[in-house]
C-alpha cells in the first residue's frame, strides 16, 4: 500500500447498510481520501448508481479518491489492500420466508439472521458466496485483509479463519461501533447527562468490558473512577423499560429491550449490549412456558416494512443523483461506519481500539483459544489482537458455548454440505425444542428456497 493510498474493494455495494456509509469515510477521511474505493454489486442497475453518487461525493468535496466500479469482482480485486464483504442476495425475501416458517413450527425469530433456522439458513445462502470470494482473494490479491461484515457473523468469520487460513480476516457487526457504545452506556451510568459532554478524560476513567458470541455479548464490568456503574446502569433501563413501547421503534428487534435487558441482569449479574438480538439467542421469550410471563412473546420480523425501509433507502439516492438533494448535503447526512473506521485506523495507525469477531487467543480465560467471540481489540496492519477479559460468568459461559457448538456445526455443513451436520446443528441449536418440528423445517426450507442455495444441497 503506497503511503496513504489504500484500495479499498467493497463486494455487495448495493449494501444499503454499508455502502453509502462507506462512500462517506472514503471521502471524509484524510488517510482514505487518496486512495482507491472500489464498488463491485452484480446488479449493475444498483452499482451504476452507487458509483455515480462515490463520484459525485468525491468531486463535491474536492478529494482525489479514484471510484471504480464492476460486476465481476474478479476485474477490481487486483493491489487490495482491504475487501469488505457486505452482500446478500434478496435477504428481505428470504429471511421472511425463514421466520415464517419457523414461526410456523412455534419458533419465534425476532430477526432470523444468526441463530435459530433463520440463521443457519442465512448461511446456507451467503457463505458458498463468501468462500467462492476467498479464494479469488487467495489468488488475485493473497496480501489484502478481509473483513467479513455478513451475517451470521461469527458463522462466516469462523469458516474464513478455519477455510481460508491463508488471508487475514476478521469479522465485524456494527452493534459495537467505538466509541458510540461507549458513550451511550456512559449516559445510561448517569457520568453524563448528553452524549456531548463526553471527552477524552471521562473515557480514560470509564472503564468497560464487553465480551461474548457476536449479537450475544455481555457488559461484564462497568467502573467509573474505580466505582462499579453496572447496578446503575440496569437500573437505567429498569426506568426506561416502563415506558419504551410508547414512541419510538416498535419494531420486532426493538420492542421491549429494556425490559429484557433488566430481567437478564437480574438473573445473570450481567448486562445484554446487544438485546435485540441476544433475546432470540434464549428460549424465555418463545411463548412456551405454562404460565404467562411478564413480557410476551418475540415479535416477528416484519418483512413488508423492510422492504419499505429498503425502498426508502433507494429513494433517498435517487435524489442525491437527481439533484432534487443537493449533493453537498451528504456528507452532513451520512456519518463514520464501523468498517471504513476500522480501516481508517488501519491505515493510519491511529492506536484507536475496536470490537471485532476474532479468536479468543486466551483473552477469555475460561474458554478456549479458538472460541470465536466479539472482544475488544487492538487492530493494525500487522494484526488483530484482543485485549485481556478474564473469567466468562457461570450460566452465560455455558449459554455461549451452546451457541458456538451451533455456529461451528452450521459452518462445518455448508462447507461440508452435509445434511448430518445441517440436522445436528438445527438441533443443537437453543430455540430448537423438537426433532420432528426441525426436521420438517429443513425439508420446508430447503424446497422454499431451491433457487437461491447451492445445487448440491438437492443431489
Known sequence: MSSHKPKVVVLGAGSLF???????????????????????DTNEVRLNKMVKLARMVAEANNVELRIEGSTDRKQVLKDADFVV????????????IDCAISEKYGIRMCSGDTIGPGGIFRAMRELPVIMECARDIEAICPEAWVINYINPSTVNGMALSRYAPKLKSFALCDSHHMPHKKI????????????????????????MQIAGVNHFTWLLKAEYEGQDVLPAIAESMKRTAET??????????????????YQLYDIFGSVPTCTGHSKEYLPYWQGLGKLKDTIPPLSIWETE????????????????LSGETPIEAYMSTFGPDHATDIIENMVGNLGKPFFINTLNQGAVTNMNDDAFLELL????MDGVKPFPVGDMPRGIRGLQELVLDTHELTAEAVVE??????????????????????DQIITELLELERDILPKHWYV
Open 417 to 438: 454440505c452435509s445434511h448430518d451436520k445441517l440436522r445436528r446443528a438445527m438441533l443443537t441449536d437453543p430455540l430448537v425444542n423438537s426433532i420432528a418440528d426441525a
Open 184 to 207: 451511550q452506556y456512559a449516559e445510561r451510568a448517569g457520568i453524563i447527562q448528553d452524549k456531548r459532554e463526553y471527552t477524552s478524560e471521562i473515557d480514560h476513567k470509564f472503564e
Open 85 to 96: 464483504l457486505s452482500f446478500a442476495e434478496d435477504t428481505v425475501k428470504y429471511r421472511g
Open 305 to 320: 416494512d423492510r422492504y419499505k425501509r429498503h425502498a426508502d433507502m433507494w429513494q433517498q439516492v435517487d435524489q442525491f
Open 377 to 380: 481489540c487492538e487492530v493494525t
Open 18 to 40: 454499508f455502502g453509502r456509509q462507506s462512500i462517506w469515510q472514503m471521502v471524509h477521511s484524510e488517510y482514505l481520501n487518496k486512495g482507491t474505493l472500489a464498488l463491485v
Open 244 to 261: 419504551e413501547t410508547l414512541g419510538g421503534d416498535t419494531g420486532a428487534k426493538a420492542i421491549f429491550n429494556d425490559a429484557i435487558s
